[in-house]
């Protein structure tokens, strides 16, 4: 069984920083693309970021761009989402999710994703 767990959410000030971490299990994570994704209240879910399954190839959002970083431990089955000078239009639920991609040309269409988290809540305030 698939598991994706999502954690380090919080409450924090506008310009403020958090990390975000996916620990996964069930799967072999080194097969695996991920994505860190997020919906806000009344939106959609939106896209963040990506990284390739070795690390190797990375894509954000133009809205984090700069500002988010991804990360992988493929040894430790875990993601991470950096998230600096974070801005109230930050504020929503956060969610991991995985690709069963080995290229490196990475997908932003949630449809892509095989597996999703159950998300983490961030809010930013201002």
Do not use: H
């Amino acid at each position: 069984q698939v598991q994706l767990v999502e954690s380090g959410g919080g409450l924090v000030q506008s310009g403020g920083s958090l990390r975000l971490s996916c620990a996964a299990s069930g799967l072999t994570f080194s097969n695996y693309a991920m994505g860190w994704f997020r919906q806000a209240p009344g939106k959609e879910r939106e896209f963040v970021a990506a990284i390739s399954w070795n690390g190797d190839s990375t894509y954000f959002a133009d809205s984090v761009k700069g500002r988010f970083f991804i990360s992988r431990d493929n040894a430790k089955n875990l993601l991470f989402l950096q998230m600096n000078s974070l801005k109230p239009e930050d504020t929503a639920v956060y969610y991991c999710a995985a690709d069963r991609s080995l290229g490196q040309i990475l997908a932003t269409m949630r449809q892509a994703y095989d597996y999703w988290g159950q998300g983490t809540q961030v809010t930013v305030s201002s």
